[in-house]
Every structure is written in structure tokens, then in C-alpha cells.
């Protein structure tokens, strides 16, 4: 005879918990890079790496301050980052026509293919992972995401 092994989390009282809005943002985080990661692993693109590539396309010769300050990353976190993109051949960095101390990013053609590739794909992650929500529910959460955003 088996034994049915219980579900944990029926099973626990998450007090306080269920109530914070850090807690259930951390949970959803979680649920949300895990499907991510099994949805770019062929790709090897992390989704601070998509925001980058994206980023850049967008605006030709941003700064590497102006790409950590849109990601939300400092200087320690967004030079190995773009470090690691440009040794995929993914993005160039220019010197800038502004000032010589910093550096213009550009996607290469290899980024720009990438990005058109990757952007398909995270369309269909997207309604993966927005499944449970209608559509007025989702666009609600993403501007309520981004008043806490704001902060």
C-alpha cells in the first residue's frame, strides 16, 4: 500500500506571510524566473540579459550607468553583464560621442537576431505565466507592479 505524502504548503500556516506583498512578489519571482529558465535555456538568456538586449535596441548608444539605472543594477552588476554579452558578440560597445570616459552599447547583428528571436519567445512565456488572469486583471497587475516600481 502507498502512502499519499502530503502537499507542505496545504499543510502549513503561513501567517503573517499571506498578507505581505514582498512575500507573494518573492513567490510569484520565483515561479516566474523557473518558467522563464526553462523557456531560454537553449537560448542561455537570463532575463536581466533580455532586458539588456532590449534596452539597447531601443535606444542606440545608451550609457552602461543608463542601462544599470533603467534595470535597476549598479555599476557592479552591469559591467560584467554587458561583459558577458559582449563576449557572446551580442553587443558593441562604442566609444561614446558624448564623453570619452563612457561607452556607447549598440547590439550587434548577432544581439539584433537574438533579440527578434527571443522576443517571440517571451511573448508565449508571458501567456504562460499570465494564464490565470484575464486580460484587464494582467494589465491592472503590471500597472500596479509599476507604482511599486516607482517607489
Given amino acids: 500500500m502507498s502512502e499519499t505524502v502530503p502537499d507542505p504548503k496545504r499543510s502549513l500556516d503561513f501567517g503573517i506571510l499571506t498578507g ?3 512575500y507573494q512578489l518573492r513567490r510569484a519571482q520565483v515561479a ?5 529558465a526553462d523557456a531560454f535555456k537553449d537560448l542561455d538568456l537570463t532575463p536581466g540579459q533580455l532586458g539588456a538586449l532590449a534596452l539597447i535596441h531601443g535606444n542606440p548608444g545608451l550609457s552602461q550607468s543608463a542601462l544599470g539605472g533603467a ?7 552591469v559591467v560584467p553583464l554587458i561583459d558577458r554579452l559582449e563576449t557572446r558578440a551580442l553587443v558593441v560597445r562604442a566609444p561614446s560621442p558624448k564623453d570619452r570616459r563612457s561607452h556607447a552599447l549598440q547590439l550587434s547583428p548577432a544581439g ?7 522576443e517571440a519567445r517571451v511573448r508565449a512565456h508571458e501567456a504562460v505565466i499570465a494564464a490565470r488572469l484575464s486580460e484587464p486583471e494582467r494589465r491592472t497587475l503590471l500597472e500596479l507592479l509599476a507604482r511599486i516600481g516607482a517607489g
Wanted: aromatic letters at 10%; zero cysteines; a neutral charge.
Fill in 71 to 77: 534595470l535597476g543594477v549598479d555599476r557592479s552588476t
Fill in 20 to 22: 505581505l506583498i514582498g
Fill in 112 to 118: 539584433a537576431r537574438l533579440l527578434a528571436e527571443a
Fill in 32 to 36: 516566474v524566473f523557473g518558467h522563464f
